[in-house]
């Protein structure tokens, strides 16, 4: 087996064994129901990551995840054990460890739902697998940004915040890869900025992914230099904006690409690469399509005019906010909270006209 995975659970896991076999992983399942069978467990061989259960002891627990992951945390921080990616798995949805990450933004690389893990097995495999090659690349360069991101020292100093880089900075001092690694995931993947992901990519290039088809994916391989390569470029899909920003600037010569139409966009890459693009159109009660942004509900392209703030975290400066639009606000009502309040009663008062 290529990796291996120490796996703390009370149940059967014979199952999930079997599905990390798949992808060359022997899942090592231990039933510890102390801390101190866990510990020993964990010191019986050198394991590629750890994988928990959030209570052990069939709801009996002695201990909960947290608490070994703080443990583990501990001895990485003295050295006494090298480090490696932490993730919890558990059934138990209302958990606030699960709803907003709690105590366990600081302890785990990752959080899963069995069902979500059940729905989406070969994905999120995948990614754990992801998260172990990305420790041992940042180990394996002593934290240097280039290396972690692919980037040329001129790149890094050019695409990232300065403040982004002290972050990075502090991580390699405190030899820290959870904290390295987190800066990158949270800051650089979990919002647009930067990095783009494919919906912010067609959005800015005014292109209907759905209709175009393989017309889309001919464009990529026009983007080959913009595309993220770095650690976890695996499972996510991300592009440089200042890449391509460069890279339109180059093909438009110097059009503007922030204030063309969608339909002028897909014109200029239609004509540039004889490709045969789909422009994207308004999402109902829009009217604009100089998109830039994505719609956080619907997922579609949005003109941010005409759309309302909507961030569930506080934003770092180099990242930019979010959107939603009216019709996205109306039908997921649950992003409503995160609306300031003159949005909200604007969106209501819309939905009670309707």
């Given at each position: 087996m290529?990796?291996?995975?120490?796996?703390?659970?009370?149940?059967?896991?014979?199952?999930?064994?079997?599905?990390?076999?798949?992808?060359?992983v022997e899942l090592i399942v231990n039933k510890a129901k102390t801390e101190k069978e866990a510990v020993e467990a964990m010191h019986q061989q050198d394991f590629d990551a750890y994988l928990m259960d959030y209570r052990l002891s069939q709801g009996k627990s002695f201990?909960?995840?947290?608490?070994?992951?703080?443990?583990?945390?501990?001895?990485?921080?003295?050295?006494?054990?090298?480090?490696?990616?932490?993730?919890?798995?558990?059934?138990?949805?209302?958990?606030?460890?699960?709803?907003?990450?709690?105590?366990?933004?600081?302890?785990?690389?990752?959080?899963?739902?069995?069902?979500?893990?059940?729905?989406?097995?070969?994905?999120?495999?995948?990614?754990?697998l992801s998260y172990i090659e990305a420790y041992r690349e940042i180990e394996k360069n002593n934290y240097?940004?280039?290396?972690?991101?692919?980037?040329?020292?001129?790149?890094?100093?050019?695409?990232?915040?300065?403040?982004?880089?002290?972050?990075?900075?502090t991580a390699k001092e405190e030899k820290s890869i959870f904290k390295f690694l987190k800066q990158i995931h949270e800051h650089l993947f979990n919002n647009p900025g930067v990095l783009i992901d494919k919906n912010y990519l067609a959005s800015r290039l005014g292109i209907n992914i759905k209709t175009s088809g393989e017309e889309w994916d001919k464009l990529n391989s026009e983007l080959s230099d913009s595309i993220y390569s770095g650690v976890?470029?695996?499972?996510?899909?991300?592009?440089?904006?200042?890449?391509?920003?460069s890279?339109?600037?180059?093909?438009?010569?110097?059009?503007?690409?922030?204030?063309?139409?969608?339909?002028?966009?897909?014109?200029?890459?239609?004509?540039?690469?004889?490709?045969?693009?789909?422009?994207?159109?308004?999402?109902?009660?829009?009217?604009?399509?100089?998109?830039?942004?994505?719609?956080?509900?619907?997922?579609?392209?949005?003109?941010?005019?005409?759309?309302y703030v909507c961030n569930n975290r506080y934003m770092m400066p180099w990242e930019e906010n979010e959107y939603i639009s009216l019709i996205g606000a109306l039908e997921y009502t649950d992003y409503q909270k995160y609306l300031s309040e003159e949005d909200k009663r604007e969106v209501r008062a819309y939905g009670k006209e309707k």
């Open positions: 290529k990796y291996t995975i120490l796996y703390l659970e009370d149940q059967t896991a014979d199952t999930m064994v079997a599905d990390f076999a798949i992808k060359d201990f909960d995840a947290p608490a070994f992951a703080a443990y583990l945390r501990t001895e990485h921080r003295r050295e006494k054990n090298s480090q490696k990616p932490i993730v919890m798995i558990t059934n138990e949805k209302w958990l606030k460890i699960v709803k907003n990450g709690g105590v366990g933004q600081n302890l785990f690389d990752m959080i899963l739902l069995k069902d979500d893990y059940n729905k989406k097995k070969d994905e999120t495999t995948g990614l754990i240097k940004v280039e290396n972690a991101l692919d980037l040329t020292k001129t790149q890094v100093q050019e695409f990232l915040d300065s403040r982004l880089l002290r972050e990075l900075t976890l470029s695996d499972v996510y899909g991300r592009w440089w904006m200042p890449s391509i920003q890279w339109w600037n180059d093909i438009s010569k110097g059009k503007s690409l922030r204030r063309m139409e969608a339909e002028e966009r897909v014109k200029l890459l239609n004509e540039k690469f004889a490709l045969n693009l789909k422009a994207a159109t308004p999402i109902k009660e829009c009217e604009s399509s100089n998109f830039w942004v994505v719609c956080k509900a619907l997922k579609e392209p949005l003109d941010p005019a005409e759309g």
